[in-house]
């Protein structure tokens, strides 16, 4: 059921970040300041972006679990923070490269953007130990969900105290009153943004149909009465 | 029909509060043993670092990583008597209000923080300060920041104590989340250490985000707490 629709949803990723990179290298204009290396922000940001979002929507999810006791909630939650967790490294990354390239520097600390998203990236990196150290599956479940509320409200806060200890040397593009874009750039941003988003919803819409599949497969197979190839899987809530 | 009887939250509060500081008391679990981390812990930075004397933000840095990591040491304990003996199941089928037990918790362990601090700043101050005169003040940022360790603390040492690994698993989620008290608490201190006499720089606007912080993770725990103990 997880399936439904995933086939359009991922020619749809496509064409959008094929169409977005066109207009990163042949529409978008040279930054006046930084030239070719500024378009590494197309990317840098939207996926910035992305993985905050996808942070806080799997602690939405979390809510929803607590509320319902819903195990379902529970995967969303845990599939969307694994996603986000994965965008987070290419964030870093890709960071890195732009702070070297602008900057001289392959890490800056007294730039707060960047750190603070350090700071939630290891916060959430300590989801999965935290996760998997609890056996029973329904405590399991819902101590993430715990985890994933008090972390959302974690992100915000922490932003704020980084950003007051710190200077201000990171470009914040959307800090001025008119955007501070030239509008070709702002479109292109947008597009980008657009498709870093559906290629973040692909993934957790795979990852999900792939979690149900197994867990059909394994549901099967014990009707069956045959026993599992190995023990059944740890490393993910089941979907049913 | 009687409804059924509920013991008032305030006198379940009073109880586990008064039962944790007396066994506290009587077996003295916790606490000689982060006040005598946080000692050695100075001894050894004072060697590390080679300095006899500390001023601004290398003193508020030797002070706040000392007694966080102190403060964790508590932290770990602090649920290990009711998971071992019982105690959950105990809370469980009393005719209370769960969030009780997390406000009794995180008073306990607000206690044990303001004692160790009582008796550490000062070895601190003797071994590393010239004055006392930042000590009044600095009182402010350490109430203000242990409220906030006693919140996130509690709220991850109960989660921490159902997992295979807790001694490890305790430290390693609450540190990054205490990020953002220490970024505050540290902010506050350095220019109260400064070497020309406490200074008040951005004070006011510190205290207001260890506020803050200790609001949002007082709520957050009233909120979640609740889903913990259900089994």
């Not at chain 1, 800056?108 to 990196?125: G, H, K, N, R």
Request: hydrophobic share 55%.
């Amino acid at each position: 059921m997880y399936g439904k629709g995933l086939r359009p949803l991922s020619i749809a990723t496509v064409v959008a970040i094929a169409a977005a990179f066109s207009l990163v290298f042949f529409y978008a204009p040279l930054d006046a300041d930084q030239g070719f290396i500024q378009k590494i922000f197309y990317l840098h940001v939207p996926l910035a972006i992305t993985a905050l979002i996808g942070f806080v929507v799997g602690g939405v999810f979390a809510i929803l679990h607590l509320r319902s006791g819903d195990r379902r909630w529970d995967a969303y939650s845990y599939v969307s923070i694994h996603m986000s967790v994965i965008f987070g490294v290419a964030v870093l990354i890709t960071g890195g490269i732009w702070a070297k390239a602008s900057w001289g520097h392959w890490w800056v600390w007294d730039e707060p953007t960047l750190v603070s998203f350090l700071i939630v990236f290891l916060m959430y990196a300590t989801y999965y130990p935290f996760r998997y150290a609890i056996e029973d599956p329904e405590r399991q479940a819902r101590y993430a969900s715990v985890f994933a509320v008090t972390a959302g409200a974690f992100v915000p806060l922490n932003f704020m105290a980084v950003r007051m200890a710190e200077s201000l040397v990171h470009p914040r593009t959307f800090a001025t009153a008119n955007g501070g874009l030239p509008g070709e750039m702002m479109f292109t941003f947008l597009g980008c943004l657009t498709a870093i988003a559906l290629l973040w919803v692909t993934l957790v819409k795979l990852e999900l149909t792939a979690k149900s599949a197994s867990g059909q497969l394994k549901r099967l197979r014990r009707a069956l009465d045959a026993p599992a190839p190995g023990a059944g899987s740890r490393i993910a809530p089941e979907v049913s | 029909m009687n409804a059924p009887r509920v013991t008032p939250t305030r006198s379940a509060f009073a109880a586990i509060l008064a039962k944790d500081l007396r066994a506290e008391l009587r077996t003295l679990q916790s606490l000689p043993a982060m006040a005598l981390f946080a000692t050695t812990t100075f001894v050894i930075f004072r060697f590390g670092l080679d300095r006899t004397s500390l001023s601004g933000s290398l003193a508020s840095g030797v002070l706040w990583a000392t007694l966080l990591f102190a403060a964790l040491l508590g932290v770990n304990r602090l649920f290990v008597a009711e998971r071992e003996e019982g105690g959950f199941d105990a809370i469980r089928l009393a005719p209370i209000d769960r969030t009780a037990l997390f406000a009794a918790k995180a008073a306990a362990l607000l206690v044990y923080l303001l004692v160790l601090e009582l008796v550490v700043v000062p070895i601190f101050a003797l071994f590393f300060l010239g004055s006392a005169a930042a000590l009044a003040p600095l009182a402010l940022v350490l109430l203000l920041a242990d409220l906030g360790i006693a919140a996130t603390g509690t709220l991850i040492s109960s989660m921490a104590v159902h997992s295979r690994a807790r001694d490890l698993l305790g430290p390693l989620v609450l540190l990054p989340l205490v990020v953002p008290l220490m970024i505050a608490a540290t902010g506050a201190t350095e220019p109260l250490l400064a070497v020309g006499g406490p200074g008040y720089e951005r004070f006011g606007t510190w205290l207001a985000v260890l506020s803050l912080y200790d609001l949002i993770f007082l709520l957050v725990g009233y909120a979640v707490f609740d889903f913990l103990l259900e089994d």
